[in-house]
Every structure is written in structure tokens, then in C-alpha cells.
């Protein structure tokens, strides 16, 4: 009794320390078969699906062993899966001759196993886990003190096992997406972890992001949102099989790529993925189309670690969704440094506006004639230490709606500020110029601009919103002119930028008509006579004259192109010549004096 006891406590100890069962169960039999001369130990368990697998056996053969795992139970499985099968202990004395191991005796009685007594090891539900049992040398069964101790490791097996299957339980719910069934980030961060990285192309990792998800949630609520990720994690998976597919964000997926089929077509696979996606399904009784867009990278020769081709299945995937949904980019080296540079501008104006270091600055516009300022351009600059940047060397912050909007909100509030000062000094200022940017048009710019100058009292007569022409008539160009017609309907002035630097239609200008066109620089510069940039101009100057248009010529920084354009009908320009852009209290002393 004392070392039956001693054997519970080492077993007990084990299982409390969360030793891995495999090693439970193998110092379960060594002490066993230490209490039982001549007979040798084995523990199986027996799975979901009621198939046999061997835990611990250090007695057996490991051939012996392998042979029986995935044996399904049965009323003829030998001893263990018999026992297991009826839920009783089976006892064979003679395995020669016992008809339960007609299909097995042929590898019990090569190693000398004569007999076998097997105890099924039942959970608290009464449903089998596992089987003990004793193998015998010699043609016989249990005796009443081996009853006794195949009863004690009856009940540690039970504890064991039941125990190894909860930790396996919350593994299984931690790296398991609750609502797809797939693999979670989790488990794909423990996938990434295992991958090796010695040989190129060797693997690749796929990030597939649903583009609709969203219009989804939002047009039919959540519950149908919940189908269309069902459905997409279902058929994603289909199309990859037998690559693992994971659920790594709301409406994200990855897949690391191993198959050698994928592998050689990349452009193919992602192709079939998409292509698999794009029919119709019924969620909740509403129709819906899934539809993504995916990034890919193979592991290359100079990729030391599994997360630098996740983060460049991320930058190919960030590239793809910029420059079109709805479609396959691999990652090539050079997309990094242009995403990199992307981030890098978000944080940086991030930043500034946390620090409040966002500045307005000015450039005059006036009349040729008699150089009267007679209006402003608003710019955004950033301080960073000592220096003060340009717009153009934080542009690519403001392609982040969230950026761009914060930055607009911002300067607007500054601006109005800036113009109640003018207007409490006396000065007769007419007008100030807003740059918006595309994000802005989408977005409800008029609400921030009502809210910026309502504050600080200033009548919206004195703005003017510039929209360039890449804007104005580039991707979303529909929404972008209505949103101008909206403005203008409120009575809000709007000027058309950079005017012939892209794809200008007059034809626009006709359906939606703008206050003023600012002809670009880049025109300017190249002003002379008999140059075709005259004939531009000129003409332009008459059709927006019979349009009511007024027109500002930019860039100027000559006396030479100021006189050639006021010859050519030209009355209002801006550019160094007149003054660069300069701070508030600069902008002060200029209006003061003009």
C-alpha cells in the first residue's frame, strides 16, 4: 500500500507541474512494471473519432507501438481496443488462440507476448480516453494485487489525460479563430516561427484583405458581415489547400505558400484565390460578392528571418490597395523604400501636430498692373527644429485620409485665425486661398471650413478653396465635381490649381464650372514669344473671360514673364517676384504696406 502511494504522489507531482503527458505515462509504467516483475506496461489513448493512438510503452518495441496507432476500436481490436470499445477490462489469456486478436497476434507473439489484460480509461462522462494494460510473457491473467494496482493507475490516467486535453482545449480556442474555425494570428506567428529561411523561394506568405467588408457591415449590418468573413475564410482555404490559411486581422488573411504548384505561378495562385472568391452567395438573405486584394513575397536570399517576408507580403499589399483593389502584387525590393518613405511622412506629420508644429505660411497674389495684393494663397508648412519644410517634402502623409484630414482641420483653424487678425487691424483683405486635398473633397471638407471660421467669426466670403486639377479630374473625379458644385452652391469660391500640368479638359469647366484656374508654373517658365505656352495662355485668358473665370498665373519670378503676361490679358499672378511665402506676421507687414 505505502508504494502504491508512493506512486501516486510521483505521478500527481508530474501531472500538477504540467509534465507533458507522453512522459507521464511513460514513468507511470517504468514504476509499475518495477511493483510487477515480468509484466510489461502499456497506455494507449483513444481519440475523438475513436481511434487508437500509443502514449507510453517503454517495455515495447516502437515498431510494436507505431503499428497500432490509428487503429479504430472494436468489438475484435485485441485487448486495448476491445476494452476501450465495450468500456469494460478485457483479459486475454492466450493470444494465440482468442479470437479478439485474430488481426493482431502476429505482432504480439514474434516479441514473446503471450497474454494481455487491458483496463479502459473512461473520462467523467463514461466515454473512453485511453486503455492500461499489462502484458504477460506466459499464458495468464491478473492477479488480485495487480487488480489492485491497474485500479490506482486507472484513475492517475484518467486525471492525466483529462488534464492534457483541456491545456490542449484552450491551446486549440487561443489559436483558433472563434468565428471562421481557421488558425488566428496566433497560430500564425507560431507557424512563422517554425518556417526555416536557408532556402530561397522555398515558401511564401500571401495577405489577402476582403475589400468590402465594411460597405458590408455598414449597408447590412454585422451579422451578414459575419457570413461574408464564413464564407471567404472557406473558400480561401479550398483554393490554397493543402497550404495553411489563417484569420490574422478583421479582414485579413494570410497564407503561407509551400506547395510547389503555388509557388512556381505566384501571379496564378493569387489569380485562383481571387477568381474562387468572386462568386455570389447569400448571407442572410442578401447577396454578396467577395472581393480582395493580395500581396505576396517569396522568401528571397537576403531574408534572414520569416517576419521580413511577412512585412513584405505587407508592403506589396499596401502598394497593391494604393494603386487598385481588387488584384495581386508581389513584393519586389524597391516597393519597400517608397512605402517605407510613405510611413515615415505619416508619422513625421503625426508628430507636428501633436507638437503643434504646423505653421501657415503666405504668398501674395495681386494685380499685375499696379501690384496690389489683392488676395492669398494659404501653404502648409512643418517646423522640424530650426528648418521649416514645404509641402512638397511631406506631400506623400497627405494620401492618408486620416493625415490629410487632420492637417486641413488644422490649418483652417490657423488660417481663420490669422484673417480675424487681419480684418481686427483695419486691413481691407479680400480673400485667402485653401489648398484641399483629395481626401479632403471626399470627406466634408465645408463642415471643417464652417467650423474653422465660425469660430473665430470670419464670413466664408473671404475664402477660396483650391482643388488641383490631378483632383479635380483623377480617380473618384465624379465625387470630387460634385462636391465642387456643392461648395459653390453654399457660395463658397473655388479655384481650379496647377491648371495643364495633368490631363486639363475644358470640357469640365463646362460641366462644372470653377471661379478661378490658376495656370501652372511650369507654363510660365516656358513663356516667350512664339512659344506654343503663349498660344496656351492667350487663349485660355479668352475662354475663361467668356466663362466669367478669372485666371492667376503662378510661379512668376521675372519682370520680363510678369509684362508678357499682362500683355497677353493676364491680370493677376503670383511667385517669388512678388514675395516668397512668409509667416503671419510677415503676411502682416506686406498687407500693411500694399
Request: aromatic share 6%; glycine share 8%; charged share 25%.
Amino acid at each position: 500500500m505505502e508504494r502504491l502511494l508512493e506512486l501516486q504522489n510521483v505521478i500527481l507531482e508530474m501531472i500538477a507541474k504540467g509534465e507533458a503527458l507522453e512522459r507521464t505515462g511513460t514513468r507511470l509504467c517504468l514504476e509499475v512494471e518495477k511493483l510487477v516483475p515480468g509484466a510489461i506496461c502499456s497506455v494507449l489513448t483513444v481519440d475523438s473519432h475513436g481511434l487508437l493512438h500509443p502514449l507510453a510503452g517503454p517495455s515495447l518495441p516502437s515498431a510494436y507501438s507505431a503499428a497500432l496507432d490509428g487503429i479504430a476500436t472494436g468489438p475484435r481490436v485485441g485487448s486495448c481496443g476491445t476494452a476501450a470499445f465495450s468500456r469494460t477490462p478485457v483479459t486475454v489469456t492466450d493470444i494465440a488462440t482468442d479470437d479478439r486478436w485474430t488481426d493482431f497476434r502476429h505482432l504480439a507473439l514474434p516479441l514473446g507476448l503471450r497474454a494481455c489484460w487491458s483496463s479502459p480509461i473512461l473520462d467523467a462522462h463514461g466515454a473512453p480516453v485511453g486503455t492500461f494494460a499489462f502484458y504477460y510473457r506466459e499464458c495468464r491473467g491478473p492477479t488480485p494485487a495487480e487488480e489492485e494496482i491497474v485500479g490506482y493507475c486507472v484513475h492517475l490516467g484518467v486525471i492525466a489525460i483529462e488534464r492534457d486535453q483541456r491545456v490542449l482545449d484552450r491551446e486549440r480556442r487561443a489559436y483558433t479563430d472563434a468565428l471562421t474555425g481557421l488558425a488566428n494570428r496566433a497560430a500564425f506567428e507560431a507557424a512563422l516561427g517554425q518556417l526555416p529561411c536557408t532556402v530561397p523561394e522555398a515558401w511564401a506568405i500571401f495577405v489577402v484583405d476582403l475589400d468590402n467588408l465594411k460597405v458590408v457591415n455598414d449597408t447590412f449590418g454585422h451579422h451578414t458581415g459575419d457570413c461574408l468573413l464564413r464564407i471567404a475564410s472557406e473558400r480561401i482555404s479550398n483554393a490554397v489547400w493543402p497550404d495553411r490559411c489563417f484569420r490574422i486581422g478583421g479582414d485579413e488573411f494570410a497564407v503561407i505558400v509551400q506547395s510547389a504548384s503555388m509557388l512556381q505561378a505566384p501571379e496564378e495562385a493569387a489569380e485562383h484565390i481571387l477568381a474562387t472568391l468572386r462568386t455570389p452567395s447569400d448571407c442572410a438573405g442578401h447577396v454578396v460578392v467577395p472581393r480582395a486584394t493580395i500581396g505576396g513575397a517569396l522568401l528571397a536570399e537576403d531574408d534572414r528571418t520569416a517576419e521580413r517576408v511577412r512585412q513584405n507580403a505587407d508592403f506589396a499589399l499596401y502598394h497593391a490597395k494604393e494603386s487598385g483593389r481588387g488584384g495581386f502584387i508581389r513584393y519586389w525590393p524597391g516597393i519597400g523604400t517608397s512605402i517605407t518613405r510613405r510611413l515615415t511622412a505619416i508619422r513625421d506629420v503625426d508628430e507636428a501636430l501633436r507638437d503643434n508644429r504646423i505653421e501657415a505660411h503666405y504668398q501674395p497674389i495681386v494685380l499685375l498692373e499696379t501690384r496690389q495684393v489683392v488676395g492669398l494663397e494659404a501653404l502648409c508648412r512643418m517646423r522640424v527644429g530650426d528648418r521649416v519644410l514645404p509641402a512638397a517634402a511631406f506631400h506623400e502623409a497627405t494620401t492618408d485620409a486620416h493625415v490629410a484630414h487632420e492637417l486641413t482641420a488644422r490649418m483652417m483653424a490657423l488660417i481663420a485665425a490669422d484673417v480675424r487678425h487681419w480684418l481686427d487691424l483695419g486691413i481691407p483683405f479680400k480673400h485667402v486661398g485653401i489648398n484641399v486635398s483629395s481626401a479632403d473633397m471626399h470627406g466634408s471638407v465645408d463642415r471643417v471650413l464652417e467650423a474653422a471660421f465660425a469660430a473665430e467669426g470670419v464670413p466664408l466670403q473671404h475664402v477660396i478653396l483650391e482643388v488641383t486639377e490631378s483632383v479635380y479630374m483623377g480617380q473618384g473625379s465624379r465625387i470630387v465635381q460634385s462636391a465642387v458644385e456643392a461648395l459653390r452652391a453654399k457660395g463658397l469660391r473655388v479655384a481650379l490649381d496647377d491648371f495643364g500640368t495633368g490631363f486639363a479638359s475644358l470640357t469640365h469647366l463646362l460641366t462644372v464650372p470653377v471661379d478661378i484656374i490658376k495656370i501652372d508654373k511650369s507654363f510660365v517658365d516656358r513663356l516667350a514669344p512664339g512659344d506654343p505656352s503663349e498660344a496656351i495662355i492667350e487663349g485660355l485668358i479668352r475662354i475663361a473671360g467668356k466663362l466669367d473665370i478669372r485666371v492667376v498665373a503662378e510661379g512668376i519670378e521675372t519682370e520680363a514673364q510678369a509684362r508678357h503676361l499682362a500683355s497677353l490679358g493676364c491680370l493677376l499672378g503670383q511667385g517669388y517676384l512678388f514675395s516668397r511665402p512668409v509667416d503671419r506676421d510677415a503676411t502682416t507687414a506686406l498687407l500693411m504696406g500694399r
